[in-house]
């Protein structure tokens, strides 16, 4: 199947640090969806993206879809305690199939 | 607004005996999906209803794994008899359309049953 690869698997980082975590596709495709699962819940969806190059914001939270349809990053600036938890790249396929990176674990020290 | 409702949230089960997770979509989502979360694999997808019918399942480990979504606010999955490895968390989650909105990440999770199988 198509792979997803996102990393860090897991960051430790100091309350006020900035955080930047990526994936990368060995195919191209249309939609990258960033998303967050505080512990305990479900996922929740913090950016989506529909265009090579495009940059969109969300509050501290920065994503870019690659100029090559292949990548996408995620920065958060100026990280705070509840900025803990999950980060999940996904990409969208066909019709309705979401395939989900392995996620990113943050960690944030006060 | 109520979003995805599942149940239990939590369920410690001995080998062999049968589970069944529950889950109530948003009211007018006519798109379902139950995904599976573990370290090892990740959030995969098991199935997907549309319309209350089963479009894909080809996420669905092995027969002993079963869903059925009886009406429009309703699902379930069941696994009969359960194992050691079943032991994860299982998420329902809908959308509304054909499904395609997922792709555009309006999809909306429910909180997760957290299944151990022992």
């Known amino acids: 199947g198509q792979q997803l690869n996102q990393s860090p698997q897991s960051m430790f980082i100091q309350e006020g640090e900035d955080v930047s975590m990526n994936c990368t596709s060995s195919?191209?495709?249309?939609?990258w969806l960033w998303y967050k699962q505080d512990p305990g819940e479900g996922p929740v969806l913090l950016i989506a993206?529909?265009?090579?190059?495009e940059l969109t914001s969300n509050g501290r939270l920065t994503a870019q879809f690659g100029i090559t349809r292949k990548d996408s990053f995620l920065n958060i600036s100026a990280s705070i305690p509840s900025d803990v938890g999950i980060y999940f790249c996904?990409?969208?396929?066909?019709?309705?199939?979401?395939?989900f990176g392995k996620g990113t674990l943050l960690t944030v020290n006060p | 607004d109520a979003g995805v409702i599942q149940s239990p949230r939590h369920e410690v089960t001995e080998m062999g005996q049968e589970v069944t997770l529950r889950c109530k979509p948003i009211?007018?989502?006519?798109?379902l999906f139950w995904y599976r979360q573990t370290m090892m694999r990740g959030l995969e997808l098991l199935i997907y209803?549309?319309?209350?019918?089963?479009?894909?399942d080809s996420g669905m480990p092995e027969d002993r794994f079963s869903a059925k979504m009886p009406n429009a606010s309703f699902s379930t999955l069941k696994i009969q008899p359960s194992e050691p490895r079943d032991s994860a968390v299982y998420f329902c989650?809908?959308?509304?359309?054909?499904?395609?909105?997922?792709?555009?990440?309006?999809?909306?999770f429910g909180e997760g049953s957290r299944l151990t199988v022992l």
């Open positions: 989650a809908s959308s509304s359309g054909d499904g395609s909105s997922a792709n555009t990440g309006e999809l909306f």
């Open positions: 195919s191209i495709f249309n939609t």
């Open positions: 993206l529909y265009k090579a190059g």
């Open positions: 996904a990409r969208g396929g066909s019709n309705y199939k979401l395939t």
């Open positions: 009211s007018g989502h006519n798109s």
């Open positions: 209803f549309n319309n209350n019918v089963p479009i894909d």
